[in-house]
């Protein structure tokens, strides 16, 4: 149904109507900011990238054949366009008040006070979730950026391998190679906290 839907209105935008093109970007635009947040995180950037990857993929809309599911096509775009910002921000690193409060939200994702405790949970337990939950920040955060991409395309976003493939430009197998890689960096970080032995993932 989405997939039908979304062919409807690419064929419309392709028409001429850019009303059809702006329910496209309406009904992605969330998805794809949340993916280029996680990719270059600077709140003060990430409208501007999804922006750019919206204008970008009006532009090359003529070209798309329907060959992938237009999402998949988008968030290729937008991969590239988050690297490209990535790649100028390495050139003129300016950090941003907003990137280093976003560093500093991921640390308190998790936090709850203690008496906003759930059924069953102690202060022990919220504690350990906590720890856990900036390891794996720190992991991810620290991973490569196509290993950090594979990662949260698949555990995050919920994309195939397929569908990450065509993201990512890159052979199935190298997509299962990296999510694998990046898995294991988070394993290593998370094995003295779980208290799991070598082998073991968690």
Do not use: H
Not at 68 to 82: C, G
Not at 167 to 174: F, N, Q, S
């Amino acid at each position: 149904m989405t997939a039908d839907a979304d062919a409807l209105l690419i064929e419309r935008a392709k028409r001429g109507e850019v009303q059809a093109f702006e329910m496209l970007v309406v009904k992605y635009q969330r998805r794809i900011e949340r993916l280029i947040g996680r990719i270059i995180r600077d709140t003060d950037l990430v409208q501007d990238v999804a922006q750019e990857t919206f204008i970008r993929a009006y532009r090359a809309l003529p070209k798309f054949r329907g060959e992938s599911a237009f999402y998949t096509w988008l968030y290729r775009i937008a991969v590239n366009t988050a690297k490209k910002a990535l790649a100028d921000m390495r050139r003129d690193p300016v950090i941003t008040e907003s990137a280093l409060a976003s560093s500093r939200d991921d640390d308190d994702e998790t936090y709850r006070p203690e008496n906003g405790l759930t059924d069953g949970e102690t202060p022990e337990s919220v504690l350990a979730s906590r720890e856990i939950a900036t390891t794996v920040n720190a992991a991810i955060e620290a991973l490569p950026v196509d290993l950090r991409q594979a990662i949260l395309l698949r555990e995050v976003e919920g994309l195939s391998y397929e569908e990450i493939a065509e993201v990512m430009a890159c052979p199935i197998g190298t997509v299962r190679s990296r999510i694998f890689r990046a898995r294991e960096a988070i394993a290593v970080r998370l094995r003295p906290l779980l208290d799991t032995k070598e082998g073991q993932r968690w």
